[in-house]
């Protein structure tokens, strides 16, 4: 080992060689082989997935075909990604004009904006961003998809599809059934009889209905009940029929995490002079979140999945454009690539909501150590 004169003038010894590989080795030998057994397991685990790979990858990139205007150009003995790649317009905004299509790309970068600006920690004004987030990006994204007033023109719902609509249903879903959840939570935990009643009637009535008889009582029976002559859009009620679905499920979510609150944080409040709603939002309610970030983000991934559920009812989701794109005549045979395709989108939203919770749950964990709290 060599030995360097600093610019102090005493010497320092340089860095071992290969130090990252020992660090390497060790975790490997501490997490992948601590046992025989273990070893033998994770062996065969990895021999199984470099099998999957070996087979999959000239189908899916070695022997693909990536441009062509119907299936019969797909000569190859691989996937046919041209029908992805043909359609991709169309599974991003469905059927909305090609000339207006700038508002959805407007509408979703102040969205992915305003979400970097809620999530990453170094960005100031949270607060803020978040009350603009939800008292003014809903109004502001509304108007600018659906036009019809102050000089932009009018596209009725029904032309909206594809991931643009699946991301509308989702994040209306999520946005919308947060603060109803959490009203209800609090309603079953009262002690007036009034509210407790009528919380637990309107959980337990919407926990206990399927997701599709939701959508088909919204879309399908709700009109029977209106006057005649009224005519309600699709989208606006397949929303409002998994809102008040979802709403009642993360009620009993949040109402795990009231329960975990210990008893002497209401003690404490009572005894500073708190009421009920100071020591609600104040004390109670975000502990309990923080508690149940976990049952949070699992709700609402299971939630970004059943939208796929608007399909039984006439809108073009992902899904169902995808589906509605293979059964072309020109590219019949092409179903396992766009399935593969809506997989891919999926899986990435739902993989990025679940490290974003888990990188939260490490960031509350440790800040609960460092004030010397329980983990």
Known sequence: MSTRISTAGQPFQAAPQHAWFRRLMAWARGNLFPTPFDAALNLVI??????LVASMLPWALLDATWSGGSRADCTG????????????DQFIYGFYPAAERWRVNLAGTVLILGLAALLIRAVPGKRVTGLLMLLVYP????????????????????????????????????????PIGVALALGRRSDLPVFHGLSVL????????????????????????????MKLDSLGLAIAGIVMFQSACLAE????????????QYEAAK???????????YIVLP?????????????SIALLKDTTLVMVVGLFDLLNIVAAGSSDPRWLGSATEGYIFVGLVFWTLCFAMSRYSHRLEHSLRSRRQRLGGVS
């Open 77 to 88: 003995t691989g996937a046919c990604w041209a029908f992805v790649l043909s359609r991709l």
């Open 46 to 51: 990895v021999a199984l997935f470099a099998w």
């Open 139 to 178: 109004p502001f994204a509304f108007w600018l998809l659906k036009g019809g007033f102050l000089g932009l023109t009018g596209v009725q719902t029904d032309r909206w599809g594809g991931l643009m609509l699946t991301l509308v249903v989702g994040v209306s879903g999520i946005v919308l059934s947060f």
């Open 202 to 229: 309107f959980i337990e009535l919407w926990r206990g209905l399927p997701m599709v008889t939701v959508l088909f009582m919204a879309i399908v029976m709700l009109p029977y009940f209106l006057p005649a002559g």
């Open 287 to 299: 502990q309990a979140i923080r508690i149940v970030i976990p049952g949070l983000v699992n709700n």
């Open 271 to 281: 005894a500073l002079g708190f009421g009920y709603w100071r020591t609600s939002v």
């Open 253 to 264: 979510i949040v109402k795990g995490g009231l329960q975990a609150v210990p008893k002497g």
